[in-house]
């Protein structure tokens, strides 16, 4: 007997395409929010506009691993909501093949996808994470080449100020033109120009603000009043401030991989807050990758309506449990690196909840002749259905009635005539 039958790769292609779609579609759902952000944050920093990309790309490893149990969950119930149907899953089960021979391939997607799961983030989301950390605080240092914000006063360094007022040609052609400094011994100068440009010096940290048609005002302390000359070129260096150098990876738990956690939590010198804070998070990681084995047997719970019936109830029922939970284990992984539960304690207990009515709901559905595990809520569900759509015919109805009986009532035009 092969190990994979035609009726496994059949409900493979049906697993499939709703599977890598709801990816597809949540990761740039995901994507297309967080760009708005990025780009106004990019344009108040006056940072390039590839660095957004390079954000982006760097958040994508969190949001597929936001994105494949849903994926998954949605996959494998859309397809066996599709046979129940079309009674395609009665002909399966009238030959023989109970619900338990049909979740192999679901069990296959599951344990692969789970596999997937574990390795972005046990390993790939951590460094993701801190390099998109690192590309903010570059962006805000202005290591990015970040530009000068045009009509504001901006200070290059400590005891330079600079003022433009127009940009073209990416910063080659600047006019309108401030610059006020002043020195350690007291000596400022204020320049006035039309015209001007920075150019590069073989020193890495100057750089050199050429001005052209313009007026210097040149003070100091011995001087009895200002001097003022006109110009028609005059260079400023400018020392360009030291760029702070960003923290090393780990100083929040996220950015640890998994062998690193283990390392923290057997460490001696490690203390007990930062032990507990990286078992809650250990401990979160691996219970979100568990309940994807479990995801098979709540699809098929949720996915067969009852008879008669083309009821979707069961599809925003798994969404909600599945997001119900993801919420429940970030609040344990806070409960549990505060110290106030044992972590181990507050990350599977939920765990153990969530799998035992699982289980339940996948055990009426298979085993008990007629069982229909959310059949009382889907019943309730159709009641209001039904209400609300008599509730929208009856408006309807009255309004036509209303509108017919005002026509009558008013006179034509001919019998005014």
């Given amino acids: 007997m092969k190990f994979i039958s035609a009726s496994d790769r059949y409900i493979a292609k049906l697993i499939a395409l709703p599977l890598f779609s709801t990816l597809a579609i949540a990761a740039m759902l995901l994507l297309l929010d967080k760009m708005l952000t990025l780009f106004d944050f990019v344009a108040q920093e ?16 969190e949001y597929l691993s936001l994105g494949i149990p849903i994926g998954l969950l949605l996959g494998i119930l859309l397809a066996f909501r599709n046979l129940a149907l079309s009674s395609e899953l009665d002909i399966f089960r009238a030959v023989g093949q109970g619900y338990g021979r049909l979740l192999r391939m679901p069990f296959m997607f599951a344990i692969i996808l789970a596999a997937i799961n574990l390795a972005i983030v046990g390993f790939v989301q951590p460094h993701s994470r801190y390099l998109y950390e690192e590309l903010r605080f570059e962006l805000r240092s202005g290591a990015l080449g970040a530009s000068i914000k045009v009509g504001e006063f901006v200070s290059l360094g400590k005891d330079l100020t600079l003022r433009i007022d127009e940009s073209k040609n990416k910063g080659s052609n600047l006019t309108g033109l401030f610059v006020h400094g002043k020195n350690k011994n007291g000596q400022s100068i204020s320049v006035n120009a039309e015209r001007g440009v920075f150019l590069r010096t073989d020193d890495p940290d100057t750089i050199i603000l050429r001005l052209r048609e313009g007026r210097l005002i040149h003070n100091a302390p011995n001087y009895k009043t200002p001097r003022v000359l006109s110009f028609s070129n005059h260079d400023i260096p400018i020392s360009l401030p030291q760029i702070e150098s960003f923290r090393n990876r780990g100083d929040k738990e996220r950015e640890y991989t998994i062998p690193e956690l283990i390392n923290i939590m057997g460490a001696q010198s490690s ?147």
Avoid at 48 to 58: D, F, H, I, Q
Avoid at 364 to 385: C, E, N, R, T, W
């Fill in 46 to 61: 006056g940072g390039p506009v590839s660095v957004v990309w390079r954000m982006l790309a760097n958040l994508l490893p």
């Fill in 271 to 417: 203390s007990v807050e930062t032990k507990n804070q990286a078992r809650a998070n250990f401990h979160f990681r691996l219970a979100e990758v568990a309940m994807m084995l479990l995801l098979p047997f709540l699809a098929i719970a949720l996915a067969i309506p009852p008879k008669r019936s083309t009821s979707a109830l069961g599809v925003f029922i798994s969404i909600i449990m599945v997001v119900t939970y993801h919420k429940i284990n970030q609040y344990a992984e806070t409960v549990g690196g505060k110290g106030d539960i044992d972590p181990f304690v507050a990350m599977w207990t939920p765990f153990a909840l969530f799998a035992a009515l699982i289980l339940w709901m996948y055990y009426v559905m298979a085993h008990v002749p007629g069982g229909q595990p959310i059949g009382a809520l889907d019943a309730i569900f159709a009641k209001i259905v039904n209400a609300l759509k008599a509730f929208f015919n009856t408006n309807s109805r009255k309004q036509v009635i209303q509108k017919s009986v005002t026509q009558m009532a008013q006179p034509s035009k001919e019998t005014l005539s």
